[in-house]
T-cell receptor, first 118, second 109 residues
Framework: SAVISQKPSRDICQRGTSLTIQCQVDSQVTMMFWYRQQPGQSLTLIATANQGSEATYESGFVIDKFPISRPNLTFSTLTVSNMSPEDSSIYLC???????????????FGAGSRLTVL | GQNIDQPTEMTATEGAIVQINCTYQTSGFNGLFWYQQHAGEAPTFLSYNVLDGLEEKGRFSSFLSRSKGYSYLLLKELQMKDSASYLCAVKDSNYQLIWGAGTKLIIKP
């Protein structure tokens, strides 16, 4: 399965600033996704990063707040814009296309970026 | 709405067996996944069930009953390294993954 490198692993940010998280996959993948994970809560899908076109955002997430780039099949970025303390969370990059022995489409995740907004 | 329920936290003893339950209500069903996530690390794939029954993979097994909207992950011969969160996720009729909040498993010597 693919190996995903994600950076930064953690950061402390000031209110009103923006931070870009990078996600690098070691092989070409069709599907890349960005998730948010708050302590004790589910993984929440922010958007699907589409290569060569605009990302597809889930309900409650908008491009102005979370702009995403996907310039090729191995790389994507997520920017958290105009941050507030409510944006403090772990942000996870994932890639689809791997398959289990039973043929299931399996997601591979990056280690996550833990953001704290003061 | 769509919902995945699993216990928040469980404690078990090294060498013992533990069963982590997951119940779901989703619009359609196209498979159920279990992922393991150690603190500060990426979730990693453990198992997949799409048909009723038990799937065994070494010390870990996963069971599914679609009629009951129920799954469990069974961990045998527990080791300290099994201390982690275990995430249940269901793929709905639109092939969207719906995630549970995860069960934190604490293993005691």
């Amino acid at each position: 399965s693919a190996v995903i490198s994600q950076k930064p692993s953690r950061d402390i940010c000031q209110r009103g600033t923006s931070l870009t998280i990078q996600c690098q996959v070691d092989s070409q993948v069709t599907m890349m996704f960005w998730y948010r994970q708050q302590p004790g809560q589910s993984l929440t899908l922010i958007a699907t990063a589409n290569q060569g076109s605009e990302a597809t955002y889930e309900s409650g997430f908008v491009i102005d707040k979370f702009p995403i780039s996907r310039p090729n099949l191995t790389f994507s970025t997520l920017t958290v814009s105009n941050m507030s303390p409510e944006d403090s969370s772990i942000y996870l990059c994932s890639a689809g296309g791997g398959h289990s022995s039973s043929g299931a489409n399996v997601l591979t995740f990056g280690a996550g970026s833990r953001l704290t907004v003061l | 709405g769509q919902n995945i329920d699993q216990p928040t936290e469980m404690t078990a003893t090294e060498g013992a067996i533990v069963q982590i339950n997951c119940t779901y209500q989703t619009s359609g069903f196209n498979g159920l996944f279990w992922y393991q996530q150690h603190a500060g690390e990426a979730p990693t794939f453990l198992s997949y069930n799409v048909l009723d029954g038990l799937e065994e993979k070494g010390r870990f097994s996963s069971f599914l009953s679609r009629s009951k909207g129920y799954s469990y992950l069974l961990l045998k011969e527990l080791q300290m390294k099994d201390s982690a969160s275990y995430l249940c996720a269901v793929k709905d009729s639109n092939y969207q993954l719906i995630w549970g909040a995860g069960t934190k498993l604490i293993i005691k010597p």
